[in-house]
């Protein structure tokens, strides 16, 4: 069974930048499609982005499309968020997951395993 543990999460101010990363444990992540998803006090968890087993095909949501950018190394078995220009409303819990399902890898439900989350706040 593969272990995650997200780091990198914290606060910075609006415009800014961060990168998390999702290292990976007990099972190589090659052979699993990775995902990002956040969740913000009172609300639903959100996709944020996922990307394919060999890194060759990327999605991420319309609210953060063109400023965060998903990546991984799977010889270091860990996937990245790049997050720029961060807005207030990015505040959020960021959860790193896996799945070895190919399908609806935009919902929570696809993915059997998941991190403990690194908080992320943006201050306007």
């Known amino acids: 069974q593969v272990h995650l543990v997200e780091s990198g999460g914290g606060l910075v101010q609006a415009g800014g930048s961060l990168r998390l990363s999702c290292a990976a444990s007990?099972?190589?992540?090659?052979?699993?499609?990775m995902g990002w998803f956040r969740q913000a006090p009172g609300k639903e968890r959100e996709f944020v982005g996922y990307?394919?087993?060999?890194?060759?095909?990327?999605e991420t949501a319309d609210s953060v499309k063109g400023r965060f950018t998903i990546s991984r190394d799977n010889a270091k078995n860990t996937v990245y968020l790049q997050m720029n220009i961060l807005k207030p409303e990015d505040t959020a819990v960021y959860y790193c997951?896996?799945?070895?399902?190919?399908?609806?890898?935009?919902?929570?439900?696809?993915?059997?395993?998941w991190g403990q989350g690194t908080q992320v706040s943006v201050s306007s």
């Open positions: 997951a896996a799945s070895t399902l190919v399908v609806l890898p935009t919902r929570p439900t696809t993915y059997a395993h």
């Open positions: 007990g099972r190589t992540i090659s052979s699993y499609v």
């Open positions: 990307i394919s087993r060999s890194g060759g095909s990327t």
